[in-house]
């Protein structure tokens, strides 16, 4: 009797493990564009004009992002991510707060962080998914527990709040008409005069911090009243 042989599978057929790394490098490459795309032109700016920084096919971008508004989310979502990693990094390999918030605001702010960028606003018919206000929500413990410690520890001074951090964050990245190396070297200056202003035993600032429902309404690009 002849031994069975197994019929040989359809390489087809298999995982593919690389199509699959393919998928997750293109969807980075896209989030990448997108972002440098819209910050530079705004949102009137074509999905063409992302396919081809990206090096993708316009048919590509649209079978993951069906429209621009989901993919201003995603981009969002990326930047939150990266938030993240850098505060819970601040937090490990820095022993003093204040050194921890610097850090995280310095990162933040590096040249090509991803961070920060100038985004278009949202269709305020737009419906956030659950991820982005699960991140949105870490994002807001992580820089309280920051400021917290900072302030503790009596070097930043009291009558700042986490959004204030965050707002400050996106004041300090505008929109600027130069290379991405040259508007780095203006945060980071800019960064050293505000955190001069930010220590313990300065005079009291005017008004008062947003809430975290002003906050929420204005990382959304929601107006408010």
């Keep these: 009797m002849q031994p069975s042989r197994k019929k040989p599978r359809n390489v087809g057929s298999l995982p593919d493990a690389t199509a699959a790394d393919n998928h997750g490098e293109v969807d980075g490459l896209v989030i990448r564009a997108a972002r440098d795309v819209f910050a530079e032109q705004g949102f009137a ?5 992302v396919a081809k920084r ?10 993951r992002y069906p429209s621009k508004h ?21 937090r490990a390999q820095e022993s003093d707060p204040w050194a921890a918030l610097v850090r995280f605001m310095q990162r933040c702010l590096r040249e090509s ?18 991820e982005f206000r699960d991140l949105q929500r870490r994002v807001a413990k992580e820089l309280e527990e920051l400021v917290t410690a900072a302030q ?24 600027l008409p130069t290379s991405e190396h040259r508007r780095a070297e203006l945060r980071s ?10 220590r313990a035993g300065g005079p009291e600032l ?11 309404s204005l990382c959304d690009n929601l107006a408010t009243s």
């Design 113 to 130: 962080s991803g961070i920060g960028a100038v985004m278009p606003p949202m269709d305020p018919q737009h419906v956030y998914s659950d």
């Design 70 to 90: 989901e993919l201003v989310e995603q981009v969002r979502i990326d930047g939150f991510r990266l938030m993240l990693a850098e505060a819970e990094q601040a």
């Design 45 to 49: 700016a074509p999905m063409a004009e």
């Design 206 to 216: 005017p008004g008062s911090a947003p809430d975290r429902a002003e906050w929420q």
């Design 152 to 175: 503790e520890a009596g070097e930043l001074r009291s009558d700042v709040d986490w959004p204030d951090i965050l707002l400050l964050l996106k004041h300090l990245n505008p929109r």
């Design 189 to 198: 200056r800019y960064l050293a005069l505000v955190l001069e202003g930010l």
């Design 54 to 63: 990206a090096g993708v096919g316009v048919a590509s971008v649209y079978r």
